[in-house]
């Protein structure tokens, strides 16, 4: 079946630094990608839509300069959270969809910690 | 404004009865809803979905029904087993507006316990 690995699996960094993780396809082109972030007890909420070869639809809310995305190519999409800050510490999760696929696969997550 | 809502936070089953978790939704424009299933440290698994034009989708043990005029979904297992404990999220798309079914509104989960 599809799989889709997130890496890191969580990280710890100092605030003002810029950290990036990486969203991959393992066998199957993702056209598009989705990056969601979750603070504890509450629910997945979709930060922004990554198209390959085009810029990032962010949602309502969420920082475009904050939070760059780039997706590159059918089977990567990364995600860097600059200046971070210790309110942007959450668990980030990516996740992707092929031509053929019904289905969303996510990714097993970031942990991300900013001290 | 929390457009897919899971009231129960937490659900505690004995082994081998039925688990019912329950989906409230507002937004109308909602066509296709999916379950999920997340451990701890790990992304969330895909259940099972239902389409709007379907009440009622089964696959194995896991039961998904759809009341629409109610706006309410609700994820039956059974029988319900020690390693179905997990957090269970409940997902909502718009698919017919042409929006990506990639982009989910999810509820809060509800922590599924099955007792032995």
């Known amino acids: 079946g599809a799989v889709v690995s997130q890496h890191p699996s969580w990280v710890i960094c100092k605030s003002g630094t810029s950290v990036k993780i990486e969203c991959r396809s393992l066998d199957f082109q993702a056209t598009t990608m989705f990056w969601y972030r979750q603070f504890p007890k509450q629910s997945l909420m979709l930060m922004a839509t990554?198209?390959?070869?085009?810029?990032?639809?962010?949602e309502q809310g969420v920082e475009k300069d904050k939070f760059l995305i780039n997706h590159a190519s059918l089977t990567l999409s990364t995600l860097t959270v600059t200046s971070a800050h210790p309110e942007d510490s959450s668990f980030y999760i990516c996740s992707a969809n092929s031509i053929w696929a019904n289905v969303l696969t996510f990714g097993a997550g970031s942990r991300l910690t900013v001290l | 404004d929390q457009q897919v809502k899971q009231n129960s936070p937490s659900l505690s089953v004995q082994e081998g009865r039925i688990s019912i978790l329950n989906c409230d939704y507002t937004n109308s424009m909602f066509d296709y809803f999916l379950w999920y299933k997340k451990y701890p440290a790990e992304g969330p698994t895909f259940l099972i979905s239902?389409?709007?034009?379907?009440d009622k989708n089964e696959d194995g043990r896991f039961t998904v029904f759809l009341n629409k005029s109610a706006k309410h979904l609700s994820l039956h297992i059974v029988p319900s087993q020690p390693g179905d404990s997990a957090v269970y999220f409940c997902?909502?798309?718009?698919?017919?507006?042409?929006?990506?079914?990639?982009?989910?509104?999810f509820g809060q989960g509800t922590i599924l316990t099955v007792h032995p």
């Open positions: 239902i389409s709007s034009i379907k």
């Open positions: 990554s198209n390959e070869g085009s810029k990032a639809t962010y």
């Open positions: 997902a909502a798309s718009a698919r017919a507006g042409g929006t990506s079914y990639g982009k989910l509104t």
